[in-house]
T-cell receptor, first 114, second 114 residues
Framework: NAGVTQTPKFRVLKTGQSMTLLCAQD?????MYWYRQDPGMGLRLIHY???????AKGEVPDGYNVSRLKKQNFLLGLESAAPSQTSVYFC?????????????FGPGTRLTVT | RKEVEQDPGPFNVPEGATVAFNCTYS??????FFWYRQDCRKEPKLLMS???SGNEDGRFTAQLNRASQYISLLIRDSKLSDSATYLC???????????????FGTGTKLQVIP
């Protein structure tokens, strides 16, 4: 039981390049979230999904797209990377609404955009 | 008032000491609360949930003061291994499709000194 995994763990991009971050969970959870964490700021929600085939915008969605084609996977795409997207990205998986249930986080992806 | 506010610290305490952190929140309708622990460069992990007036788990006690809108985390007999950042998490409004917003505090850093 691996829990929540994220790939890659580290990445350096040049401005304008694109990439996809993969989050996978083996707990059969319906809810999956993508956050970014920056120094001095709390985790901020980028996009979320409440089930396979559904996605919605969170607090800071601009410059990102997501897809949830399979229940166990939640992909985060950066269309044209900008230095402001340098951050640590965490995926979380939850069995129910986030206000009542534990969020299980992946180990994070450290992204630097130069 | 910010949605969730925490003293960033750092709190430097000797081993064996008792330390307490507070977290204030603005949404008086919030019903449940969480404390997560985040080690340096790692993902957050759930430490405690608080659904009523408080919760106790070994050396850790979380208390909720609804009238003053804060939750506290008390750590007794601090260990070196308690050194981490402690994140307060407060649910907000429920949205559509089962989504519920949660707000993460920026965290309080604890350093336990030998």
């Amino acid at each position: 039981n691996a829990g929540v995994t994220q790939t890659p763990k580290f990445r350096v991009l040049k401005t304008g390049q694109s990439m996809t971050l993969l989050c996978a969970q083996d707990m059969n959870h319906e809810y999956m979230y993508w956050y970014r964490q920056d120094p001095g700021m709390g985790l901020r929600l980028i996009h979320y999904s409440v089930g396979e085939g559904t996605t919605a915008k969170g607090e800071v969605p601009d410059g990102y797209n997501v897809s949830r084609l399979k229940k166990q996977n939640f992909l985060l795409g950066l269309e044209s990377a900008a230095p402001s997207q340098t951050s640590v990205y965490f995926c979380a998986s939850i069995s129910g609404p986030s206000g009542y249930y534990e969020q299980y986080f992946g180990p994070g992806t450290r992204l630097t955009v130069t | 008032r910010k949605e969730v506010e925490q003293d960033p610290g750092p709190f430097n305490v000797p081993e064996g000491a008792t330390v307490a952190f507070n977290c204030t929140y603005s949404n008086s309708a919030s019903q449940s609360f969480f404390w997560y622990r985040q080690d340096c460069r790692k993902e957050p992990k759930l430490l405690m949930s608080v659904y009523s007036s408080g919760n106790e788990d070994g050396r850790f006690t979380a208390q909720l003061n609804r009238a003053s809108q804060y939750i506290s985390l008390l750590i007794r007999d601090s260990k070196l291994s308690d050194s981490a950042t402690y994140l307060c998490v407060v649910p907000g409004a429920e949205g559509s499709g089962g989504y519920q917003k949660v707000t993460f505090g920026t965290g309080t850093k604890l350093q336990v000194i030998p």
